[in-house]
């Protein structure tokens, strides 16, 4: 898991392993599933899933100053 931000005071975004996808086809990295960007609130313990996507992974978030916009780096 990779923490990249704070959405607010509890409220965290972050990259990680997202099971609900299946594995990846690359051969070096087909025990591993996809990465995808979440919040993760630490009061209430939930992930929330924000993008995702079988076969690429999501990586390195970083919230605007504003705190209205994500950018990302994304790969297959």
Do not use: C
């Not at 931000?5 to 299946?22: A, I, R």
């Not at 979440?38 to 209430?44: A, K, Q, R």
């Amino acid at each position: 898991m990779e923490i990249t931000g704070w959405l607010n005071d509890h409220t965290v975004v972050l990259s990680k392993e997202n099971p609900d996808l299946p594995k990846l086809n690359l051969d070096e990295l087909k025990e591993f599933h996809p990465r995808s960007l979440y919040t993760y609130d630490l009061n209430t313990k939930e992930f929330t899933l924000l993008q995702g996507k079988a076969d690429w992974n999501f990586w390195g978030a970083e919230l605007s100053k504003d705190k209205k916009n994500l950018f990302y780096y994304e790969y297959t």
